[in-house]
């Protein structure tokens, strides 16, 4: 090694700041060269020096005051509920790391999502086949209640236009349903008992004021007469059709 | 960090007022002086051990305890005062208030009384004024690893710089400071040896 190279390192050499490797070929280096020996030398008496100067000039800097000291204090103790105060809005200020906010931010999301996801699960439950006494299914009833209930899928699609039902004499269905005398013994009727009461609740599908109360597709089947006729009149020919169907909306026949 | 300091922190935390006084009190002084020689200026160096210490008290439940409490408040104070050294343009006005006009080579007091001191030499080093001639980041590595004794890995991290960066300032400004004083202590010997 050169001793202008070793002059280099000398600064950091005599403090051990160097690495193994390069402090042993310094070490060996000084060994045989005085005048690099000597600079080492002279540059540790500097560094002593100054640390000496650092020391002796410290103990002669003016300390704190008590009484600085104690309104220092002072102000810390009266200040504690601001500390407090820094401790929650610490996690709000900017200085919280954005993935933290985005975590809390994704998270109530999730919540109001799921939130109204349930609830118009719940409706949809609610929906459960609304067959109103005296109304005719629409196609799209019809699929629901296939859905629901296949043995209803078998009842015919009716035509839209002018269409009348009319059902056979039966005091049960004149009467509001909540008077009129009804078999609810069997576990079906039950079932549409409770339906009807929890009906009363439901926004979505109250009935209005002129609306029959609605049944369960099972309670309707227990209250339907055997025998339905269904009569429809063509208003350009004066011609009236009588169907004629089974208590499960079959076909059993038909007159003009 | 030690388990008195551990049980201090928790105890201040917990909002006792005397144990963060008490964890506080033993680096009051050092704290000064480290303040004093990065900004040169006695009030400058309280406001910022003021700071330190108020934004300590604020923050210490940030502090990890498994680290160092000396290192954590020395960086809180190296922040700080950087940040007024910049604010006030601190750099200009230190050269010239340390300045003496005296010697031809600035950072020594070479008055009657400097011969009475204590040091082996027969110089009196004004360390003040011997920083004030290095650049702020030489000075800052200096202050940290000669003067109070933190190891270059230490300082690295303190002053948030590579291992390179504080060898390569570190060796500069133990260069600039030793021609400083060797070139005084040449023109010293030719005064003494004209006398």
Not at chain 1, 77 to 91: A, N
Not at chain 2, 21 to 37: D, G, S, V
Not at chain 2, 97 to 115: L, S, T
Request: charged fraction near 30%; hydrophobic fraction near 35%.
């Amino acid at each position: 090694m050169k001793c202008q190279k070793v002059k280099e390192k000398l600064y950091l050499y005599v403090s051990s700041d160097l690495s193994s490797a390069t402090a042993g070929r310094i070490k060996k280096h000084l060994e045989i060269c005085p005048d690099c020996r000597k600079e080492a030398e002279e540059i540790r008496e500097v560094l002593e020096n100054l640390k000496l100067a650092h020391v002796r000039d410290s103990k002669r800097l003016p300390d704190w005051s008590e009484e600085r000291w104690a309104r220092l204090m002072y102000r810390l103790y009266d200040s504690s509920p601001e500390r407090k105060f820094s401790q929650v809005t610490d996690f709000f200020s900017w200085k919280v790391p954005a993935f933290r906010l985005a975590i809390i931010s994704g998270v109530i999301f999730a919540v109001i999502a799921g939130f109204f996801f349930l609830k118009i699960e719940k409706n949809r439950k609610d929906i459960s086949i609304p067959v109103q006494v005296g109304r005719v299914h629409s196609a799209a009833d019809e699929k629901l209640t296939a859905e629901k209930n296949p043995a209803i899928t078998t009842a015919p699609r009716l035509p839209e236009l002018n269409l009348k039902t009319v059902t056979p004499e039966n005091p049960a269905r004149n009467q509001p349903l909540s008077s009129a005398p009804r078999r609810m013994t069997s576990e079906v009727g039950k079932k549409a008992e409770h339906l009807e009461n929890s009906t009363a609740t439901n926004s979505f599908f109250t009935p209005g004021p002129g609306a029959a109360p609605r049944l369960s597709i099972e309670a309707e089947a227990e209250n339907r007469p055997d025998r339905i006729e269904m009569a429809f009149t063509l208003p350009e020919s004066g011609v009236q059709l009588v169907w004629i169907l089974d208590r499960n909306f079959h076909i059993e026949g038909g007159k003009k | 960090m030690d388990e008195k300091e551990k049980e201090l922190v928790g105890r201040a935390l917990s909002g006792d007022s005397a144990a963060f006084e008490q964890l506080i009190l033993p680096y009051r002084r050092p704290l000064l002086i480290l303040a004093y020689r990065m900004t040169g200026n006695m009030e400058d160096a309280m406001d910022i051990v003021q700071d330190t210490i108020i934004k300590c008290f604020q923050y210490l439940h940030r502090f990890n305890t498994d680290k160092n409490f000396r290192n954590w408040l020395f960086q809180i104070s190296l922040n700080l005062a950087r940040d007024a050294l910049k604010k006030r343009h601190r750099e200009k006005d230190l050269n010239q208030n340390c300045f003496h006009p005296d010697f031809d080579c600035p950072g020594f007091c070479c008055g009657e009384d400097a011969f009475n001191e204590e040091i082996s030499t027969d110089l009196r080093i004004d360390i003040n004024s011997c920083l004030s001639r290095l650049t702020a980041r030489e000075r800052q590595v200096f202050i940290l690893r000669d003067l109070e004794g933190f190891s270059i890995k230490e300082t690295a991290r303190l002053l948030r710089l590579s291992g390179l960066s504080i060898r390569v300032n570190l060796s500069r400004a133990r260069k600039k400071l030793r021609e400083m004083i060797s070139g005084k202590k040449d023109k010293s010997d030719r005064k003494g040896g004209k006398a």
